[in-house]
């Protein structure tokens, strides 16, 4: 008997601390893009295209949204990096950097495939950011070459861009053209129809509640 509650107690626990994964937020007409390729703006050549073909692949592993040709696509997504920059970290006696750390920005928008000249967003996530570190002394055996730094650096900037257009909420958006699609978000209770509660499945918290909701009293007539 033992044994039984304990099994039980442990899955109520297991299920209890199951977070729910990040709601999508876009429109739900929108459900495949075409990538452009990204303008860079920073000082380091010929990641732009680097960055584009990793957002591809991101976006394709994550599987909420299609990776389409131009004229099948709902959406077209632009980007911008706007900064790469590669700070040293910790320095040895001799005053060789013994780590480094990169720090790579991008601003990407979402254009309906009618605006050829993509002048007027729906809607834009700006400074999306990423910082990879690693160890730069190339005396040491587990140092990492800068080409692969970049390419990790890139890499986690795609997967960051990946989740901001598919789960946050933009910097900027056109009038009219959101709309919160799918459950509500984490700490949003809705009234359970039919009944006068709110329905707090969805609350960032291990515990369940349900929240009686005051009832108003229609105003009694004067005599």
């Known amino acids: 008997m033992k044994r039984v509650l304990l099994v039980i107690g442990t899955v109520a626990v297991g299920i209890a601390c199951t977070r729910i994964p990040p709601v999508r937020i876009l429109p739900s007409h929108i459900n495949s893009i075409y990538i452009v390729t990204f303008e860079n703006r920073s000082y380091e050549p010929g990641i732009e295209e680097k960055l584009t073909k990793m957002t591809q692949e991101e976006f394709l592993l994550d599987g909420r949204l299609d990776v389409s040709v131009r004229p099948n696509a709902d959406a077209i997504l632009a980007g911008k990096i706007q900064k790469f920059n590669v700070l040293s970290g910790r320095f040895s006696t001799d005053d060789f950097p013994l780590s ?24 834009t996530w700006e400074n999306i950011d990423a910082r990879y570190s690693y160890v730069s002394d190339a005396r040491r055996i587990i140092q990492k070459s800068t080409e692969d730094a970049y390419e990790e650096a890139l890499r986690s900037l795609a997967r960051q861009i990946v989740f901001a257009v598919i789960t946050q909420r933009p910097t900027k958006i056109a009038p009219g053209v959101l709309t919160v699609s799918g459950p509500a978000p984490p700490g949003t209770p809705q009234r359970i129809p039919g009944t006068k509660t709110l329905d707090t499945r969805f609350l960032d918290t291990v515990t369940t509640t349900t929240e009686l909701v005051p009832e108003t009293e229609p105003a009694k007539g004067k005599k």
């Open 100 to 123: 480094s750390e990169i720090e790579v920005v991008a601003d990407v928008s979402l254009y309906d495939p009618s605006d050829r000249k993509r002048e007027k967003p729906l809607m």
